[in-house]
């Protein structure tokens, strides 16, 4: 029992799910970091005025 090791298949198995593993947290790595880049992106002018408007429409209104 001790120093056995798995059969071929197993070991397939595990190869793949580690494979599947290092695959999914590098797409997770490039996730956040494609997310980091838009929240800092600065907001549009235009849209910043339109946010303002319906503010102020918002206000007269309530």
Do not use: K, W, Y
Not at 22 to 47: K, T
């Amino acid at each position: 029992m001790i120093g056995e090791t798995a059969p071929a298949e197993a070991r397939g198995t595990t190869a793949a799910l580690d494979e599947a593993r290092l695959r999914q947290q590098a797409i997770g790595v490039r996730l956040r970091r494609l997310f980091d880049e838009v929240v800092n992106e600065d907001v549009p002018g235009e849209f910043l005025e339109i946010l303002r408007r319906a503010d102020n429409r918002r206000e007269e209104a309530g």
